[in-house]
């Protein structure tokens, strides 16, 4: 099929002709979240922006495996190997078990994802099921002189790669996350940039979660974990690799020196990073304490598909300011259109020809590296257009396949309420004509306007209180 999409690939640093290894299917890997805590909105960024990467995808006409895994154990509070493990923090911090605040948070994710029209992946995969392929893993990389024992661990030798730095170029500027918190040296490291497959409880004895390997008795690395389940679901060879910005490095290219140095060939073509949320203190991260959720946002009156608006709005590649105020404007916007949308009258044939055509211009924009800002701009452009209500519709829900903002849902309900206000206010009206009725007497004018409304299928039941009415049953 025709390669249409163009996307800004970190390995090359350009915008480029995305073309599959094979014709016409798109194989597509996520870093899924690490489930100690509520994933925050700025998280929910970047699964949002990969989620119109991916139906964009669909759209064009691309059968694509999206994969995701479940960070449920190996995550350190540093990227670089330091620090406690993330999942027991998080089970220390509620008195529950590891497995139990994985579970919680786990589901917690996916009911946020569920609100903002997130759909799931094809293949989710908890880090903890999957301990055999990074056995496996880590095996072919020893047999390969790739990674060594030390001080009770095992690292990967980075030193025996030619090129480590395959996402970065080595610009000290763009190792975003790189060493964060709780630095501290590891001196059973050969290299500096080596990084550790798996721990045994040399390390980390509080370790809740802990696994027989030929190593010891310990748990996995979380950079094993991406390569082996992406190698377990979508083979040796990647069409897209997602995260946000932070993931460049370390954790990516770490899954490229193992994908690569177990297989011997190239890994992944195109690599997709979505660029942080960031409020007045910076970027938006769980490990600051009070993170902003979906359900934060509800709390104060905002309907979910705001957000997914909002960040429509602006470019998977710029940093995105959030404030409420920004926000607010969002709304306002979103609302606006959904009430233009719902105003289009249900009328005329639908014209195959102008969906045909705006298709076509939808993809013009989108396609050109994701502008969604765009893609947002040309169902204006409909709503202008000199064509007939069912058209407007039909091109607006095919739109809606991609930017899931349930443009033409809800209106049904709306129209229903509307109805119902109306029906409400015309019975108001004949029971008060017929309480007047019958303070003059006029009992055959009060029988007339009961019976009016009974062959309407509207039933009045008089009390002491006054006059209800019902539908009949
Ligand atoms: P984590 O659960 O911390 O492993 O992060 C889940 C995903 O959210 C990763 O792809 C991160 O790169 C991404 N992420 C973390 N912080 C932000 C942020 N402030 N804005 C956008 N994406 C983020
Ligand atoms: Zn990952």
Redo the contacts with the bound molecule.
């Keep these: 099929m025709e390669n249409r999409l163009f996307l800004y690939n970190t390995l090359t640093r350009s915008v480029e002709k995305f073309i599959p290894n094979v014709d016409g299917k798109v194989s597509m890997y996520t870093?899924g979240?690490?489930v100690y805590h509520f994933?925050?909105i700025?998280?929910l960024?970047?699964?949002l922006m990969e989620d119109v990467l991916e139906k964009m995808l669909r759209y064009m006409g691309y059968d694509v495996k999206r994969v995701m895994n479940i960070?449920d154990v190996g995550?350190l509070t540093s990227d670089a190997d330091t620090g406690e493990d993330k999942m027991v923090k998080g089970a220390k911090r509620e008195g529950k078990t590891v497995a139990e605040i994985a579970e919680f948070y786990k589901n917690a994710f996916f009911a946020d994802c569920d609100k903002l029209n997130i759909k799931r992946p094809d293949v989710i995969e908890n880090a903890t099921a999957c301990i055999d392929e990074y056995i496996e893993m880590i095996a072919a990389l020893f047999e390969k002189g790739f990674a060594y024992k030390a001080g009770g661990n095992v690292y990967f030798d980075t030193s025996r790669l030619e090129k480590y730095y395959a996402l970065t170029n080595h610009k000290s500027e763009e190792l975003l996350v790189g060493v964060r918190e709780d630095v501290e040296e590891d001196v059973n490291k050969r290299n500096k940039t080596d990084f550790v497959l798996w721990f045994t409880d040399s390390k980390f004895g509080a370790q809740e979660l802990r696994y027989d390997s030929p190593w010891g008795y310990g748990y996995p690395g979380w950079h094993i974990e991406c390569s082996a389940i992406s190698r377990k679901h979508l083979g040796e060879y990647l069409d897209i690799h997602c995260?946000?910005?932070?993931?460049i490095f370390p954790h990516h290219t770490n899954e490229i020196a193992q994908s690569e140095a177990v297989s011997g060939h190239k890994w992944c073509n195109y690599w997709f990073h979505?660029?942080?949320?960031?409020d007045n203190g910076g970027?938006?991260?769980?490990s600051k304490g009070d993170i902003l959720t979906v359900s934060t946002l509800e709390s104060k009156g905002y309907d979910p598909l705001v957000y997914r608006f909002f960040c429509l709005q602006s470019h998977y590649r710029k940093p995105l300011e959030f404030s409420y105020s920004i926000l607010d404007n969002s709304k306002a916007a979103y609302e606006k259109l959904k009430r233009r949308i719902a105003a289009i009258p249900t009328e005329g044939e639908t014209d195959e020809n102008a969906l045909l055509e705006y298709r076509e211009k939808f993809i013009l924009a989108v396609a050109s590296d994701m502008n969604t800002a765009l893609g947002l701009s040309l169902i204006y452009e409909v709503l202008k257009a000199d064509l007939s209500g069912s058209t407007k519709r039909s091109i607006i829900d095919d739109f809606d396949r991609v930017l899931s903002l349930d443009l033409t849902k809800g209106e049904e309900a709306e129209e229903t309420a509307a109805e119902d206000a109306e029906l409400d206010a015309f019975v108001q009206r004949k029971i008060q004509e017929r309480a007047e009725a019958r303070k003059t007497k006029d009992f055959k004018l009060a029988d007339a306007i009961r019976n009016e409304l009974l062959e309407q299928g509207i039933v009045l039941k008089d009390s002491p209180q006054g006059t209800t009415w019902s539908r009949q049953s």
Excluded: E, F, Q, W
Aim: net charge positive; proline share 4%; hydrophobic share 25%.
């Design positions: 870093c979240p690490t994933a925050h700025g998280n960024r970047s699964y960070t995550h995260g946000g910005v932070d993931n979505i660029h942080h949320l960031n970027k938006m991260a769980k």
